[in-house]
């Protein structure tokens, strides 16, 4: 059952890999002097995605978080692990699941070459792998005092969607019909990383929302940093929420868009603009790197907003 399970849905060619599904292990043959880039991450019912989501896009969203953290390195993804526990065989279910996680993975050239499949509430772990070359991957130390602060796409629509799903958040149908394809679809930047090797001096991916985020990169290089509230790229539906405590807390602390927030130095200025075109991805700059460390947002006036969130906390109840 288990097998045939695997082998309908989850077993495709895998011309990238010496050996894919269905042995002990895979095995994968690197390109010669490039470095391994690897992250896992779960997904739970209840806590990542509502029972009555749509498979094809769970499937999409679990393997879509995962290149995600690839991109945040300037990895190029290759191959995946899938580890999932269900309920039930639930056939239909699986075709969906299968689907989305198919359709993203072909999109980046990433082959499923393993996983465990197994009896039990709903959980998925993808572990992905990406090659990055020696000494090249965007890692969260090297902000340096004088570098400007980039986010990509726009922030707190995954954010304003929950809120906006949870009753936290009233906005027009018509208006949360935007922001929610970035809660159920994200995109992640997988072009933009590659192309900013060599131009970013740091990087991360926005999962936990901008604050705690860039405050990683910013522990993580020993620096300090000052954000312009108003520079913030959120989609211009939901400025119009602004005034909405809730709307600023989704750009500042919302997780779940899945965009790049990276540094750089003033220099590289126009060559972050043109890794952005090549990678046909929006970038704007919301703030520099400080040498006094701390993290602090200012408004329109120059004022320090007062934050009234931080980042999601994986361990809350
Ligand atoms: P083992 O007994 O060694 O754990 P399994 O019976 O779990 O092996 O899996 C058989 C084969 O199917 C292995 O190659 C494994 O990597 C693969 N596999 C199992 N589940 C999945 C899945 N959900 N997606 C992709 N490959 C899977
Ligand atoms: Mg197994």
């Known amino acids: 059952m288990e097998f045939d399970l695997i082998a309908r849905h989850f077993t495709r060619p895998t011309p990238g890999a010496v050996l894919g599904v269905g042995d002990d292990c ?42 995600s953290d690839l991109a945040a390195m300037g990895a190029i993804p290759r191959w995946a692990t899938l580890a999932i526990a269900l309920p039930a065989a639930d056939d239909a279910w699986l075709k969906a699941f299968a689907r989305g996680f198919f359709r993203i993975a072909d999109s980046h050239g990433i082959e499923l070459v393993g996983g465990d499949t197994t009896r039990g509430p709903l959980t998925i772990g993808i572990t992905v792998i990406g090659e990055v070359p020696p000494g090249e991957a965007l890692r969260r130390d090297g902000a340096r005092p004088g570098d400007e602060v980039w986010v990509s796409g726009a922030i707190g629509s995954a954010a304003a969607a929950l809120a906006y799903r949870q009753g936290r958040l ?12 970035a809660l159920y679809l994200p995109t992640p930047r997988v072009a933009l990383g590659i192309a900013l090797r060599g131009v970013a001096s740091s990087a991360i991916d926005i999962s936990d929302g901008l604050l705690a985020d860039l405050g990683h990169i ?22 119009r929420y602004l005034h909405e405590a809730v709307a600023r807390d989704c750009i500042l602390a919302g997780g779940d868009d899945y965009e790049l927030c990276f540094t750089a130095p003033p220099a590289r200025r126009e060559a972050v603009f043109e890794a952005a075109a090549r990678a046909d991805t929006p970038v704007t ?33």
Do not use: W
């Open 285 to 317: 700059r919301v703030g520099r790197v400080t040498l006094e460390t701390g993290l602090h947002v200012v408004g329109a006036d120059g004022e320090p907003l007062a934050i009234t969130c931080t980042g999601y906390d994986h361990f809350a109840a």
């Open 26 to 67: 895979a095995l994968l043959a690197p390109t010669p002097g490039m470095h391994l880039a690897v992250s896992t991450d779960m997904l739970l019912e209840g806590r990542h995605f509502a029972p009555q989501d749509s498979p094809a896009g769970i499937g999409h969203k679990s393997l879509a978080v995962n290149l």
């Open 170 to 181: 009233s906005m027009e149908q018509i208006d949360a019909a935007k922001v929610l394809p």
């Open 218 to 239: 910013l522990e993580r290089s020993g620096v300090g940093a000052v954000v312009d509230f108003a520079a913030l790229p959120a989609l211009p539906v939901l400025q």
